[in-house]
């Protein structure tokens, strides 16, 4: 039998999952579907929460302006990725494009601390914070919203890919851009704004993290990239719904991890996770057909 | 004028050597004692970016995690010293040889992966290490770190300080690039850069893939390490905060600025690296967004760095493909005339 201890960290775990599962869709989307190889995620997801936080401090407790704030200032920031690191490098070995958005990534978290300060900022409470109970298990409204949200984009953003007709057509830029090019698609503009979407959903996870554990600072993105990679590998970098998947039982493995052992361990058992599946799985769990690696 | 320089020094070849040898052996004579500890820095920068430049540069693969291996190294000569009261120099080699050693772990996975992939498992990689170095209070003194640790001893002299452990890091370096001047020389070195511009053509003509791969990354990691265990002496103490990620793409920054797949290219990025954090030392926290906004400026302008390996996949091939334009161009001309 579970103990009601167990019941929460699972809880807790499927919660962060989920958070961790909006992060691995949005690299799933910038490193599998478009094809470019960035390290800025991480840094993304702190912009997110910056504009949301400034947003709430502004504005007063409106979810869906903060929603809003941190949507549009990473796509801003994906915008300039685009500009500064792949615009100029879309034919030339992958390792240069990488090493500008390490560069990149460095800038930006750098800036963050001298424009934002390096000390760990309180977010709002943005949600009150009430606890539902289902029997066992007990379940606080924060979570629910961010399931909710997280699930909400997902859904969004699937049928942007599978329906529509700018989905079709970044999926064939993945495939072949000579090719795509040929029958007429803005390769470059696709691109932008498949990176811009990706980007998105990052920032968006940042404002979800920032309500979740109530504090932001400037170097919260760095190992939080890592998560969004060991989560996304799962799905060998290309698949969305694997993705997802893995960035739930990335945030379930940690939780019942730290349950077991203490939490100085949470990170271990995340990067090990990325390191075995690396080893056993570099592919992941997806047949690839034409799909760039 | 490059020209004429080079001819100068075809011609006196064995002088400028010893010239530079002289300076550098008597510098804490007329160096004053801060600018002696900025020159400490720069050769241990040496030593750590030339480790990242024999995996990242010669062999073309994309380790991000030098940290971690600079923290094995640093981690075993601190516990063989203050622990088991091992002398410092024979605790130098075990100290490289356990950072070869995971080097050669990490190898493993690396032989499946490329670009980003590889990258991440390096970071990963990285980050573990320190990790485990924080969290096993019982070793690594966990939060605490190690302290007190000797400096050491040479001949009855006490190489403490500055001035006198200088000749220390001067050693290394100078061993460091004889060694790898010689490797990249002989066949391996040559596995390597065959590596480096194409894994598929280098297969097929019979290099072995993994095996150079793992000496690679091993070599690589080594003198990670032994940057990491001279450091340890020289600091006196170590504790996790010294190895975090930030460091390892600091170390980076250095090598893309410097220059890629060179012997000297390490050198140069280190120096530049110290002179700009003593230069920048008035707008003090600006400083990484200059050293940032500088290896995106390498990337746009110059791929390879300062002093980089011109002309290799390092280069974006933009060299190449200008060589082989010009080469269409002089044929067409000829055909004309």
């Given at each position: 039998m579970l103990s009601q201890y167990m019941i929460n960290q699972l809880v807790n775990g499927l919660c962060q999952g989920f958070i961790y599962a909006l992060i691995a869709l949005g690299f799933a989307v910038i490193v599998?579907?478009?094809g470019l190889a960035t390290f800025t995620h991480g840094e993304i997801i702190m912009i997110g929460a910056y504009a949301s936080y400034y947003i709430f401090s502004a504005c007063g407790n409106n979810l869906f302006l903060g929603l809003f704030a941190s949507f549009c200032a990473s796509w801003l920031v994906g915008i300039l990725v685009y500009k500064l690191c792949y615009e100029q490098f879309l034919n030339v070995p992958e390792h240069i494009s990488l090493i500008c958005t390490i560069g990149f990534s460095m800038l930006l978290k750098n800036l963050a601390q001298i424009f934002f300060g390096t000390e760990k900022k309180p977010m709002l409470d943005i949600i009150d914070n009430r606890i539902y109970s289902l029997g066992p298990v007990e379940i606080s409204k924060v979570q629910i919203v961010i399931m909710v949200t997280v699930l909400a984009l997902s859904a969004l953003m699937m049928m942007i890919f599978n329906w529509t007709k700018w989905g079709v057509a970044l999926r064939s830029v993945s495939q072949n851009r000579e090719a795509a090019a040929l029958v007429g698609i803005n390769v470059k503009q696709t691109i932008m704004v498949g990176n811009c979407i990706g980007c998105a959903m990052a920032g968006v996870a940042g404002m979800l993290i920032g309500i979740y554990y109530q504090a932001i600072y400037p170097t919260m993105g760095a190992t939080l990239s890592m998560k969004a990679f060991a989560a996304a590998t799962l799905g060998g970098l290309t698949s969305v719904p694997l993705s997802a998947l893995g960035g739930g039982i990335l945030g379930l493995i940690e939780n019942l991890g730290i349950s077991i052992s203490s939490a100085s361990f949470r990170d271990v058992f995340s990067f090990g996770f990325l390191i075995i599946i690396l080893i056993f799985k570099p592919t992941g769990f997806v047949k690839r057909k034409g799909v760039r690696p | 004028m490059i020209d004429r320089m080079k001819d100068i020094y075809a011609k006196h070849k064995i002088a400028a050597w010893l010239i530079l040898l002289a300076i550098l052996v008597t510098m804490p004579m007329y160096v004053s004692i801060s600018n002696m500890r900025i020159v400490c820095r720069i050769m241990l920068y040496v030593i750590l970016a030339g480790g990242l430049n024999i995996i990242n540069?010669?062999?073309?693969q994309l380790c991000f995690g030098i940290a971690g291996f600079y923290c094995v190294g640093s981690y075993v000569q601190a516990v063989l010293m203050k622990t088991y009261h091992v002398s410092f120099w024979l605790a130098l080699i075990p100290s490289g040889i356990a950072a070869a050693l995971i080097g050669a772990l990490v190898a493993l996975p690396a032989l499946r992966l490329k670009g980003i992939f590889l990258g991440m498992i390096t970071i990963g990689f990285s980050e573990l290490v320190r990790l485990i170095a924080l969290n096993w209070t019982s070793v690594t003194g966990g939060a605490m770190g190690i302290k007190g640790i000797m400096a050491p001893k040479f001949f009855g002299i006490k190489l403490g300080g500055a001035s006198k452990y200088y000749y220390i890091f001067l050693g290394v370096v100078l061993i460091y690039l004889f060694c790898t001047n010689r490797i990249i020389r002989s066949r391996v070195g040559r596995a390597w850069l065959s590596i480096r511009e194409d894994e598929l053509a280098a297969k097929s003509l019979g290099v072995d893939i993994k095996r150079y791969k793992i000496l690679n990354f091993m070599y690589g990691s080594f003198w990670a390490g032994i940057a990491g265990a001279v450091y340890v002496a020289y600091s006196s103490y170590v504790d996790?905060?010294?190895?975090?990620l930030d460091e390892g793409f600091n170390v980076l920054g250095m090598l893309i600025i410097g220059g890629?797949?060179?012997?000297i290219g390490p050198i140069v990025g280190s120096v530049v690296a110290q002179v700009l954090t003593e230069a920048l030392r008035v707008i003090n926290i600006w400083r990484y967004v200059v050293y940032a906004g500088l290896i995106i400026l390498m990337m746009w302008v110059r791929p390879q760095g300062l002093v980089g390996a011109s002309g290799s996949m390092l280069a974006g091939n933009k060299a190449e493909k200008k060589k082989a334009a010009k080469g269409c161009v002089e044929k067409l001309e000829r055909k004309e005339a």
């Open positions: 599998g579907i478009v | 540069g010669y062999c073309g996790s905060t010294y190895f975090t890629q797949g060179t012997l």
